[in-house]
């Protein structure tokens, strides 16, 4: 079993719906990431949480501790955020930071 | 904020060649350093990070090697590619104060 397990794995949205993305993960953590990865590779943080929720923009992310659960919600969806949205959490290991990696989510968009 | 650059973009190499990618990290100092890697189909996974000159820690054993010559270079080497070397390898950075940032990737074909 995936120490981080992400569901969906694809999902396909019309513009402007809103759109949930899920991470579960099995594992004391200091610190729970969401990353956006378009098509040509290169990858963004959008968020990095160890409680409570965060907002960017169309973008949150919430994370329930006691549950080792993450969500990230876009509102208002568009074409643009069309990309693969990848959960990676930071396992308590003194300071490293060392990532471990959901398997992401391919998300589309359509106009 | 940092800077991340990474060369070449994309390779293409035969198997049994020797390999030789290069990070460099602007805009701080002495921070630790990761290579992942992902491979077709496949999530991200951490291949080697780094905390400081010389100090290099392996995730997997694996047919790749890293050092870290200087405190903002970080290098992934191999001897002799095998086929399973193929794939998208991510140099990232993490200075303790706020989330990793990512360089662009190169893409690594071995045939």
């Known amino acids: 079993k995936n120490e981080v397990e992400q569901s969906p794995q694809n999902l396909t949205a019309q513009e402007g719906e809103f759109i949930t993305i899920n991470c579960s993960y099995s594992?004391?953590?200091?610190?729970l990431h969401w990353l956006q990865q378009h098509p040509g590779g290169g990858i963004v943080s959008l968020f990095m949480?160890?409680?409570g929720k965060k907002k960017h923009g169309r973008l949150i992310a919430t994370i329930n501790i006691q549950e080792k659960h993450s969500s990230l919600h876009i509102t208002a969806s568009h074409p643009r955020d069309s990309a693969v949205y990848i959960c990676?959490?930071?396992?308590?290991?003194?300071?490293?930071?060392?990532?471990?990696f959901g398997k992401g989510t391919k998300l589309t968009v359509n106009p | 904020s940092q800077t991340i650059h990474q060369w070449p973009a994309t390779l293409v190499q035969p198997v049994g060649s020797p390999l030789s990618l290069e990070c460099t990290v602007e805009?701080?100092?002495?921070?630790?350093l990761y290579w992942y890697r992902q491979a077709a189909g496949r999530g991200l996974q951490l291949l080697f990070y780094?905390?400081?000159?010389?100090?290099i820690s392996s995730e997997v054993p694996q047919n790749l090697s890293a050092s870290r010559p200087q405190d903002r270079q970080f290098i992934l080497s191999s001897k002799k590619l095998l086929l399973s070397d193929s794939g998208f390898y991510l140099c990232?950075?993490?200075?303790?104060?706020?989330?990793?940032?990512f360089g662009p990737g190169t893409r690594l074909t071995v045939l």
């Open positions: 990676a959490v930071s396992p308590f290991q003194g300071g490293s930071e060392k990532l471990v």
């Open positions: 594992v004391g953590i200091s610190a």
């Open positions: 990232a950075c993490y200075t303790g104060t706020d989330t990793q940032y």
């Open positions: 780094s905390v400081g000159i010389g100090q």
């Open positions: 949480l160890s409680s």
């Open positions: 805009g701080t100092s002495n921070p630790n």
